[in-house]
T-cell receptor
């Protein structure tokens, strides 16, 4: 069964304190791994898609990397506005549905 | 930037009643989806819709659920007889077909409809 596990569940950082979020996955033929940001009461907001091991994507203070078993979302010098839940999801060769992890809730204080 | 629009934002319904959740996907998108998120839990796939038919569905999407694209712009999710456990945030999403630019391939989600069954 395809599965996505994210860790930690919650992360508290001081402004400027860099860290990484982990997404471990088992999937029958990875079609894509997706990172989304979700603010309370809102829908997931697309951040990145990664397709193959070794791939990296960057956007402002965020950088996503992918290996054959996991993905990391690195946050460099975070700001309070980066506080949100970060969701990891995968799609497999069988279809286009996304399989989500539970997310990591990030809180950045000034 | 194009967005997926969902209405209503909140809906309260009595157990056993029918509800219809509405979505307007992005105009040049071809795949349409419904997901749900029970409070404090994962986002879960319900159904995907392509070329005017269901292309995939999960175990959650039983006979109580149906989807329709009644015209060229709307995409609806109907729950025939709501149960307490149907209370959740329901998200509509859409995407273009194929790969290429990940922003185009990436799914765009709406802001959701919070359904409360009492």
């Amino acid at each position: 069964e395809d599965q996505v596990t994210q860790s930690p569940e919650a992360l508290r950082l001081q402004e400027g304190e860099s860290s990484s979020l982990n997404c471990s996955y088992t999937v029958s033929g990875l079609r894509g791994l997706f990172w989304y940001r979700q603010d309370p009461g809102k829908g997931p907001e697309f951040l990145f898609t990664l397709y193959s091991a070794g791939e990296e994507k960057e956007k402002e203070r965020l950088k996503a990397t992918l290996t054959k078993k996991e993905s990391f979302l690195h946050i460099t010098a975070p700001k309070p506005e980066d506080s949100a839940t970060y969701l990891c999801a995968v799609s497999n060769q069988a279809g286009t549905a996304l399989i989500f992890g539970k997310g990591t809730t990030l809180s950045v204080s000034s | 930037e194009p967005e997926v629009t969902q209405t209503p934002s909140h809906q309260v319904t009595q157990m056993g009643q029918e509800v219809i959740l509405r979505c307007v996907p992005i105009s040049n998108h071809l795949y349409f989806y419904w997901y749900r998120q029970i409070l404090g839990q994962k986002v879960e796939f319900l159904v995907s819709f392509y070329n005017n038919e269901i292309s995939e569905k999960s175990e959650i999407f039983d006979d109580q659920f149906s989807v329709e694209r009644p015209d060229g712009s709307n995409f609806t999710l109907k729950i025939r007889s709501t149960k307490l456990e149907d209370s959740a945030m329901y998200f509509c999403a859409s995407r273009r077909r194929g790969q290429g630019d990940p922003k185009l391939y990436g799914y765009t989600f709406g802001s959701g409809t919070r359904l409360t069954v009492v």
